[in-house]
């Protein structure tokens, strides 16, 4: 199982919009994909002073992503950084949960590229101890628009995506452990 966190609250959002379009695809090629919305669960404010193992969101989100064997990472791009949705849903994860597991990171820009934002998220990822996919999903400029049917509908970028779900496909069955295939 694949599972995939947009990382935005906001209505009509481009990161969520992508992550469903990637679940799609996911499950269009057989794999078991789950989108965690945390615009539709909100979780609390962590702090490392309280414990949320009652929550039922945080339940839930920390249960989806232990078990599953790849991961997908949304966020918009906020003031050159990941949103801080998505970093209160990371702070909630207990220690190695990301361990060994292959995460592809998305960013949406309201410019041309979110890079910076995906290169603070692969360096969270590798201090948790997951592992960066080697592709990269950055949304900007004139080709944030998804169609009806929730494709992008420009033709690179759908490309783009798709050769990354390949990629994270393909590294995630190299990084499970033989006796789980």
Same mark, same amino acid.
């Given at each position: 199982?694949? *599972?995939? =966190?947009?990382?935005?609250?906001?209505?009509?959002?481009? *990161?969520?919009?992508?992550?469903?379009? =990637?679940?799609?695809?996911?499950?269009?090629?057989?794999?078991? !994909?789950?989108?965690?919305?945390?615009?539709?669960?909100?979780?609390?404010?962590?702090?490392?002073?309280?414990?949320?193992?009652?929550?039922?969101?945080?339940?839930?989100?920390?249960?989806?992503?232990?078990?599953?064997? &790849?991961?997908?990472?949304?966020?918009?791009?906020?003031?050159?950084?990941?949103?801080?949705?998505?970093?209160?849903?990371?702070?909630?994860?207990?220690?190695?949960?990301?361990?060994?597991?292959?995460?592809?990171?998305?960013?949406?820009?309201?410019? !041309?590229? &979110? *890079?910076?934002?995906?290169?603070?998220?692969?360096?969270?990822?590798?201090?948790?101890? &997951?592992?960066?996919?080697?592709?990269?999903?950055? =949304?900007?400029?004139?080709?944030?628009?998804? &169609?009806?049917?929730?494709?992008?509908?420009?033709?690179?970028?759908?490309?783009? =995506?798709?050769? !990354?779900?390949? !990629?994270?496909?393909?590294?995630?069955?190299?990084?499970?452990?033989?006796?789980?295939?």
């Amino acid at each position: 199982m694949i *599972t995939i =966190i947009p990382g935005s609250n906001r209505a009509n959002s481009t *990161t969520a919009a992508a992550c469903r379009y =990637i679940r799609d695809f996911l499950a269009a090629t057989g794999e078991e !994909a789950v989108l965690f919305d945390l615009k539709e669960r909100p979780l609390p404010f962590f702090s490392p002073d309280q414990t949320f193992s009652g929550n039922p969101a945080v339940a839930e989100l920390t249960a989806l992503v232990r078990e599953a064997h &790849g991961l997908v990472l949304g966020t918009p791009e906020y003031h050159g950084s990941l949103s801080g949705v998505l970093k209160n849903a990371l702070d909630h994860l207990p220690d190695g949960a990301f361990a060994g597991k292959p995460v592809l990171c998305v960013c949406s820009a309201g410019g !041309a590229l &979110g *890079t910076s934002a995906l290169t603070h998220l692969q360096a969270i990822i590798r201090t948790v101890h &997951g592992v960066t996919c080697p592709h990269w999903i950055s =949304i900007g400029g004139h080709v944030k628009q998804f &169609g009806a049917d929730g494709a992008p509908e420009n033709a690179k970028l759908r490309e783009r =995506i798709d050769a !990354a779900c390949r !990629a994270l496909k393909d590294l995630a069955r190299r990084l499970r452990p033989a006796e789980s295939l």
